[in-house]
């Protein structure tokens, strides 16, 4: 009992804010600036242009002797979208501004006017005019400011409340500078970005409303049990009358429901109450239950509080596999950064919501959410598409700081369990990530790390009794946590990845609780190979496959394929493929997590082949699936695919009359293909026949165009797919000119370099280094972090693409690569 009441107060701790009864999502009608103000007085004086949005327009600028400029944007915004990625500079760390006006009308009589923020980057300050109404340290989880108080005060001055035509000026200031006693570590692999990149809500409640619910589903047998905990949010001491909870099934029917005894104080235990045969929770049947917790007022207002829960047990076996309710499931498993092409971590919920459908469909049933608290539209979709969370605060490599920096992760370690306690999704709580990394301070006390790890530890299960911990790679922390991840990355940052299935045994037996999480490579989109495992000739097997401090650079140290193989999709797929086929004879195996589904931004990579990119995805920084994708699709979805390796291929090289190999990654049980109209003949599908589980054929090439297509069948169920290219059979010296082109037409075309020999043959291995630019009307669409969205970017296979908006007049695109004439290429719209 006693150890139930601490649990409750520690999550209560974190619930600093009531959840209404009404709630409006600002998105609209917001100024920002991305520099400091010298107050908050410059966001509202008379000048500034805040009349001007009052009055709903933008105000760019006051009058003539205004400063600053303010530019009009839509929330979610942040303030790194595009120079995250930018090749030639680093990305802005430091304050900015936001404003905007609210139409406040509470409808409660006496009750609270709340802003909400789902995150904001990285310390954060609210006004209201003038008063500063509310202060978050951390970029990741939610908070709260009650500004009720604040507007009353401001309707108070009529000057004022004229000026603003009887709207509340609201001021935002976000920072994200860099700060050593602030988590996350600026030594992070990923862009650690500003400003209001999440949604923000103005929430109406009543006088009593609550500040957090927490419900314990929990399987017994045959029955389930829903436990019920609520915080009361009463700031002015209104009376609570009543307080019950109620639970319906996914058809909306009432399964259970509770009148609880109101008690005294605001912690409240609404009791328990039993659900007959719950239907369980599991990836390929979400079921989900809708808890409902209404609490009275004494003048009869109802706030009601709505959540979804799920039925599920799990355990992870010791020395064993993993089981979710008593049957062993093998996690299929990737990670997920916010992050996208041109908006930086400011993503939509719809962007959100087809980015894990695209997860779901590539056959996912567990993803790890690195490395911090992510948008509760993340959580609320794995509930509902069936995909298993490990989620963690974002205390990432560096060592540990101070006082400050301690506090800060232990008070995001409480939000984090606190704020997503009730999603059934969630099996882990991660405590760090690489804590053996060290660097922001001059002392590195592995002794004083495990001890601030025991306590995150401890502290995470008081407030979560029934969920794991976890962390990934620190070895000397191992034994703290109850699911450990070593460092496995046979075959990118060492050894060779037919070394894997050795490595994680080895590495299995060391700890308890096992779950591999990150493995993979780094591939450069539409950059293919005819002998993609070349590298490994020179990479010595037998050495370890951990990752180890300096492996991520492209320069010096042990031959290794991160720094000396061709970043080519061929290899990355025979990496993914053989490492699937592997896990999948290793009935031991709790699972693993590839990492990373989707390219994304960092500051400590800018020698990538897109600088400033991470691009080890399976889908490009804009969403786009590379060919990997599928070599997952093959082995994990259950809907009937077919993929003909080389989608983005557009010209294959070889002898002429040489056999050639052809991959079809599908999860059919055959497969026949037809070569320029000629069937190639039939394969059986074999998991374990590497590569592409036996769906592959020797093929003689013609030269010049030739035409692939595949029939794949699954009992009556047929798929198709085809893919068309040209063969080179001449061989080609090293580039000395560029043949520079224009594609399509339109208000936005593709321009596209092709690096060639003396003698005008296409250089097709080329990875020169080429620079874009643009003088005239139109603009480039630069800044994306993709292979073709960047200015300053490797060729593949000897070509280079970027877009161009195009405008009324002319423009004149020029392309450098170092040791060529510049080229240059004029464009007009008509």
């Not at 003539?64 to 802005?92: F, K, M």
């Not at 990496?575 to 931004?601: C, H, I, N």
């Not at 970017?793 to 423009?811: E, L, Y």
């Amino acid at each position: 009992m006693i150890l139930r009441y601490f649990v409750f107060t520690a999550l209560l701790a974190a619930a600093t804010a009531a959840r209404g009864q009404e709630s409006i999502r600002l998105t609209a009608n917001w100024e920002f600036i991305r520099q400091d103000l010298g107050g908050v007085w410059e966001a509202v004086r008379p000048g500034s242009g805040a009349d001007a949005l009052a009055g709903g327009q933008s105000s760019n600028r006051g009058g003539p002797e205004s400063v600053p400029v303010w530019q009009p944007v839509t929330l979610p915004h942040c303030i790194n979208a595009r120079d995250g990625v930018d090749p030639d500079g680093n990305y802005y760390q430091g304050p900015a501004w936001y404003r905007t006006m609210l139409a406040v009308k509470n409808p409660y009589p006496g009750g609270r006017v709340l802003l909400h923020f789902e995150g904001a980057g990285q310390a954060t300050d609210v006004f209201v005019f003038t008063t500063r109404v509310g202060r978050h340290i951390g970029g990741y989880d939610e908070w709260t400011v009650d500004i009720t108080d604040a507007v009353a005060a401001f309707r108070r001055d009529s000057v004022e409340v004229k000026r603003f035509n009887d709207l509340i000026p609201v001021a935002v200031r976000t920072d994200n500078s860099r700060d050593a006693e602030r988590i996350p570590s600026s030594m992070s692999d990923f862009t650690i970005y500003g400003g209001l990149y999440r949604y923000v809500d103005l929430v109406y409640v009543p006088p009593v409303s609550f500040a957090g619910v927490f419900a314990d589903a929990m399987v017994e047998g045959a029955t389930g049990r829903v436990g019920v905990r609520a915080l009361v949010y009463r700031p002015t001491a209104s009376r609570v009358a009543g307080i019950s909870f109620l639970l319906k099934d996914a058809a909306g029917k009432v399964v259970a429901m509770k009148e609880a005894a109101v008690g005294e104080g605001d912690t409240l235990d609404l009791g328990s109450a039993v659900v007959k045969a719950p239907r369980l929770w599991t990836p390929d049947r979400p079921e989900l239950y809708t808890l409902e917790a209404m609490v009275r007022d004494g003048n009869g207002g109802v706030c009601t509080y709505t959540t979804q829960i799920g039925f599920r047990s799990y355990q992870f076996a010791d020395h064993g596999p993993f089981l979710l309710n008593g049957s062993r499931l093998l996690l299929r498993g990737t990670h997920r950064h916010e992050d996208a092409a041109g908006e930086g971590a400011a993503m939509t919920e719809e962007e959100m919501r087809n980015e894990m459908i695209l997860m779901k469909e590539m056959g996912v049933n567990f993803i790890r959410l690195a490395h911090y608290q992510q948008s509760p539209i993340v959580l609320h979709l794995c509930d509902s598409l069936g995909i298993l969370v490990w989620e963690e605060i974002p205390w990432c490599r560096g060592g540990l700081g101070g006082a400050r920096y301690q506090e800060q992760a232990r008070r995001m370690l409480t939000n984090m369990i606190s704020q997503h306690y009730n999603h059934p999704a969630v099996i882990l709580w991660g405590l760090g990530n690489e804590n053996d990394w060290p660097g922001d301070f001059p002392d590195f006390d592995k002794s004083t790390i495990r001890d601030f790890m025991k306590g995150l530890n401890a502290l995470a299960h008081r407030l979560d009794p029934g969920r794991k911990t976890s962390i990934r790679r620190c070895d000397f922390c191992s034994d703290i946590p109850d699911v450990y991840s070593p460092s496995i990355w046979a075959g990118w940052y060492r050894g060779v990845f037919t070394e894997y299935r050795a490595s994680t045994e080895e590495e299995f037996k060391k700890v308890p609780h096992f779950l591999h999480v990150e493995w993979g490579g780094d591939s450069h989109v539409r950059r293919h190979s005819e002998n993609p495992d070349k590298a490994l000739l020179h990479v010595r097997g037998g050495q370890g496959t951990d990752e180890r401090t300096g492996d991520a650079s492209l320069y010096g140290g042990a031959a290794r394929v991160s720094k000396d193989g061709d970043w080519s999709e061929t290899y990355i797929c025979n990496l993914f493929d053989w490492t699937l086929k592997e896990q999948e004879k290793m009935p031991w195996l709790t699972g693993t997590a590839q990492w990373v589904f989707k390219d994304f931004s960092t500051p400590l990579r800018p020698d990538n082949p897109v600088p400033f990119v991470n691009q080890k995805g399976v889908v490009e920084r804009d969403g786009a699936p590379k060919e990997g994708y599928y070599v997952f699709q093959s082995y994990w979805a259950t809907k009937l695919m077919a993929h003909i390796y080389g989608h983005s291929f557009p010209m294959r090289w070889g002898d002429e009359g040489e056999q050639k190999m052809v991959k079809v990654y599908s999860n059919a049980a055959e497969a026949e293909l037809f070569v320029n109209g000629m069937s190639a003949g039939v394969r059986k599908r074999n998991s374990q026949d590497y590569p592409a589980a036996g769906l592959r054929w020797a093929v003689i090439f013609r030269r010049g165009e030739n035409r692939l297509f595949v029939v794949a069948r699954r009992g009556a169920a047929v798929v198709r797919d085809s893919v068309s290219f040209q063969y080179q059979t001449e061989k080609w010296g090293k580039p000395a000119k560029m043949e520079l082109t224009r594609v399509g037409d339109g208000d936005t075309v593709w321009v596209r370099v092709r690096l060639v020999d003396a003698a005008g043959v296409p250089c097709l291995d080329a990875a020169n280094w080429v620079r874009w630019g643009l003088a005239g009307d139109g603009r480039l669409i630069d800044d994306l972090g993709t292979s073709t969205g960047s200015r300053y970017v490797q060729a593949f296979n000897g070509v280079s693409m970027i877009r161009v908006a195009m405008r009324r007049g002319r423009s004149v695109v020029s392309v450098a690569v170092d040791g060529l004439p510049t080229g240059f290429l004029n464009l007009s719209k008509n």
